[in-house]
T-cell receptor, first 114, second 111 residues
């Protein structure tokens, strides 16, 4: 068990560019979550997957955001036409699901949009 | 919508002092409750969790939390803090397939 991993750890981009982040969950974890965290706030839910199915998306996830989890393993989060307001830490978590669902977090990807 | 309130954003304590961090949530039904900790330069780590049963739960590194249903609270406690407890602490409730977090409390322990 190597924990949840995320790449890249840091991303600096210019406004209007597209970026893609990757998350590798703990093996055999069925659920995968994406959260966003800005300075002085707790993480905020963006979306989650049960295996390869994306079951819920937050209203925070505008049309410029898309997430995938092909084959129910790793996941990618893409932001198109980035804006300065997208600057944040993007966190991934995974869990086995069920009534005692416990999420384990990765180190996050810090996005800076110039 | 579910919300979580953490009463103090910054707490400064001397080593060996006792710690209590407040956490209140708004949902009145059955809840699963968590405390996560983020040490400087590290990622969020699970400190402890409550699902059911004994309302006093014990976590890692000597932390404990008490679930009081009538007060919608899940306060975190430690009898004697150490310099290494300097970190940011987040309370969270699992609600409709997601964690809802409080804004966090930054704890600084002076040696």
């Amino acid at each position: 068990d190597t924990g949840v991993s995320q790449n890249p750890r840091h991303k600096i981009t210019k406004r209007g560019q597209n970026v893609t982040f990757r998350c590798d969950p703990i093996s055999e974890h069925n659920r995968l979550y994406w959260y966003r965290q800005t300075l002085g706030q707790g993480p905020e839910f963006l979306t989650y997957f049960q295996n390869e199915a994306q079951l819920e998306k937050s209203r925070l996830l505008s049309d410029r955001f898309s997430a995938e989890r092909p084959k129910g393993s790793f996941s990618t989060l893409e932001i198109q036409r980035t804006e300065q307001g997208d600057s944040a830490m993007y966190l991934c978590a995974s869990s086995v699901g069920g009534e005692t669902d416990t999420q384990y977090f990765g180190p996050g990807t810090r996005l800076t949009v110039l | 919508a579910q919300s979580v309130s953490q009463h103090n954003h910054h707490v400064i304590l001397s080593e060996a002092a006792s710690l209590e961090l407040g956490c209140n949530y708004s949902y009145g039904g059955t809840v699963n409750l968590f405390w996560y900790v983020q040490y400087p330069g590290q990622h969020l780590q699970l400190l402890l969790k409550y699902f059911s049963g004994d309302p006093l739960v014990k976590g890692i590194k000597g932390f404990e939390a008490e679930f009081i249903k009538s007060k919608f609270s899940f306060n975190l406690r430690k009898p004697s803090v150490q310099w290494s407890d300097t970190a940011e602490y987040f309370c969270a409730v699992f609600f409709t397939n997601k964690l809802v977090f409080g804004a966090g409390t930054i704890l600084r322990v002076k040696s």
